[in-house]
């Protein structure tokens, strides 16, 4: 167990450090993005309520088909605050090969006036302020290697639940208070052996659960098909296929009408992002936040409209969730803390610090074994026969 876990953190050290330091900011994404680009992301000042959003959705995808410089966009993420500002997203091409990584170009628009207040491409690199939040994010989650990256960094949790989970059983003291005690002790001057050690084996111990949680959640999320299938296995998900139009042609109601066939079956759920017919077959996703979701922000209820009818012909809703989709649905709240409100998010604020010191501590304990090995392996340096006489 000792050996597993030393070679997990050898071989995906790096990636753990970068997944806890890009996730350090990534915890306040939104508010580190707000104040990065606040002609981008706000319209200052502003404090009077917003438009009903199916109105306000239609207003601004005419307006932005109708300009050459954008064309029709494929989703729309509505503001939550009178500040707020409206993002359209328009999809690229799709990458070219696995290392590529896809980019989104965003325009973000005023809910009130409609004039275009900017854009920028999300998944480009770069650290101007309006690229920033979007470099951290990918290198987060696909070390800017499209595909390719995002399946290193799905091992890559995969290795940090383990490490963690055998982390716990190393540290497991004996059935003692006493003993229990003392393996949370850190000792020693900073620089001795004796402090590394049990900083390693206290702090570990502290933080693997978070730990755990987090590289599990993030299997999930770059690696689907290998978390579903053994959620699947001990209770129900539910297929993540998206529902289709039940026609192919006819006159589409526009995202006014599908926002009020989304509300008519929630009242009470805050429209957040709408998405546009890619297709024929593709009907309005209407995303929401209800009261109660344990998801903040967009929320996470998905509700399917036809395009072409109006009718609801999909839903998925968090809060009438089969045991299997909850729990799964559980896992980007975990993941960013906000399950927890602000002092989760610290605590995962935290928790992204300490692979960093980890790594550290662990490499002074590696390195000084290896020392103290070659130094016993060393053979003693022959004695000269004047020696050898002097001794007898």
């Known amino acids: 167990m000792r050996t597993l876990h030393l070679y997990l953190a050898l071989a995906f050290g790096l990636p753990f450090v970068l997944a806890g330091i890009t996730g350090v900011a990534l915890a306040w994404m939104p508010e580190l993005d707000g104040t990065l680009n606040p002609g ?34 494929t989703g729309l993420q509505l503001p939550e605050e009178p500040d707020g500002v409206i993002v359209a997203s328009y999809r690229t091409a799709k990458p070219a090969s696995s290392t590529a990584l ?13 004039t275009v207040l ?4 999300w998944g480009e690199f770069g650290l101007s ?46 059935a003692t208070w006493n003993a229990f005690v003392k393996s949370f002790a850190i000792a020693g001057h900073w ?71 989304a509300q008519a079956y929630n009242p009470a759920g805050r429209v957040s992002r709408i998405g546009l017919p890619a297709g024929p077959r593709a009907p309005y996703e209407i995303r929401m936040r ?42 980007y709240p975990l993941h960013t803390g906000e399950a927890f409100g602000t002092p989760g998010r610290l605590l995962i604020s935290v928790a992204g610090i300490t692979p960093l010191a980890f790594m550290v501590t662990g490499l002074v304990l590696w390195l000084s074994r290896r020392r103290r090995r070659a130094a016993v392996a060393q053979p003693a340096p022959a004695s000269s026969p004047l020696e050898t006489l002097h001794k007898a």
Do not use: C
């Not at 980019?103 to 009130?112: A, E, F, H, I, S």
């Open 118 to 121: 900017g854009e920028r491409n």
């Open 290 to 331: 209800q009261p109660g979701e344990v998801r903040k922000g967009d929320g996470n209820t998905r509700l399917f409209i036809d395009a072409y009818t109006g009718r609801l012909v999909g839903v998925r809703d968090p809060l009438r969730a089969p045991a299997g989709d909850t729990f799964l649905n559980w896992q």
């Open 191 to 261: 620089r001795t052996l004796r402090f590394h050690y049990s900083f390693h084996r206290s702090a570990g111990m502290i933080a693997a659960p978070v730990l755990l949680v987090l590289g599990f959640s993030g299997l999930y999320f770059n690696l689907p098909d290998w978390v579903r299938p053994a959620v699947a296995a001990v209770a129900t998900v539910t297929p993540p296929a998206k529902p289709k139009n039940a026609g192919k042609t006819g006159t589409d109601i526009g995202a006014a009408q599908a926002v009020a066939a």
């Open 102 to 114: 896809a980019v989104t170009r965003q325009v973000m628009v005023d809910p009130v006036t409609l």
């Open 40 to 73: 981008l992301m706000r319209v200052p000042g502003r404090t009077a309520p917003l438009p009903a959003p199916g109105p306000l959705a239609e207003r601004a995808a005419l307006m932005l088909a109708q300009d050459a410089r954008y064309g029709k966009p």
């Open 129 to 174: 302020r309006p690229l920033l939040t979007s470099t951290l994010f990918h290198l987060h989650r696909y070390l800017f290697a499209g595909e390719a990256g995002k399946t290193v960094m799905g091992v890559a949790g995969l290795a940090l639940a383990l490490v963690a989970a055998v982390g716990i059983a190393l540290w497991w003291p004996r």
